[in-house]
């Protein structure tokens, strides 16, 4: 089993790393997401699995690695979030 870490922008809270380990989880391979939010890292542990895909899932969702960041993706992780904190 391998393990990556990654460090994005904009987890601001637990809806964030809800929103984030429920979308995770669905990419095939990745067993488990750990995530961090003071240090805005994202731990996953699997087999088989395309980091690309990784990181497109969490642009998608407003959550760019370090670096990256935009409004427009800040935006939408303000909706990430709260779709989290319903679920």
Do not use: W
């Amino acid at each position: 089993m391998k393990t990556q870490t990654i460090f994005v922008e904009n987890i601001k809270c637990a809806g964030c790393m809800t929103s984030i380990k429920h979308a995770l989880l669905k990419i095939k391979g990745i067993a488990k997401v750990e995530i961090n939010q003071d240090e805005e890292k994202i731990s996953l542990m699997g087999n088989k699995y395309e980091l690309s895909e990784v990181i497109d899932s969490l642009n998608r969702m407003g959550y760019p690695q370090k670096g990256e960041n935009t409004l427009f993706k800040q935006a939408k992780s303000y909706v990430s979030c709260a779709i989290g904190k319903m679920s």
